[in-house]
Nanobody, 120 residues
Framework: VQLQASGGGLVQAGGTLRLSCAAS????????MGWYRRAPGSQRELVAV???????NYADSVKGRFAISRDNAKNTVYLQMNNLKPGDTAVYYC???????????????WGHGTLVTVSS
């Protein structure tokens, strides 16, 4: 199973970016999918998570500005980021709770990070 993330880049404060993360490989189903970030000198933190049924949860710092969504048919999760602030600068990672076809065991998979830089 691989997670391919894309969509990071450099944007000015107040701008928007949309991150995508597609899971591929031997997948029976995917439970929660989420986005995490690690800012320079900080620990990785949860940004947003979405269940297979579409329930969402956000970090307080991004509520009202970010929106997480998913396309179950494409095994893809998105993060729409609006009104970006310099404090959002970080490497963003996607995560998927993948249920493998053999044995129906669940494993956590992470995508490579994608850098988001917000200039003031």
């Amino acid at each position: 199973v691989q997670l391919q993330a894309s969509g990071g880049g450099l944007v000015q404060a107040g701008g928007t970016l949309r991150l995508s993360c597609a899971a591929s490989g031997s997948i029976s189903s995917i439970n929660d999918m989420g986005w995490y970030r690690r800012a320079p000198g900080s620990q990785r933190e949860l940004v947003a998570v979405i269940t297979s049924g579409g329930d969402t949860n956000y970090a307080d710092s991004v509520k009202g500005r970010f929106a997480i969504s998913r396309d179950n048919a494409k095994n893809t999760v998105y993060l729409q980021m609006n009104n970006l602030k310099p404090g959002d600068t970080a490497v963003y990672y996607c995560k998927a709770e993948v249920v493998r076809p053999v044995g129906l065991y669940q494993f956590d998979y992470w995508g490579h990070g994608t850098l988001v830089t917000v200039s003031s």
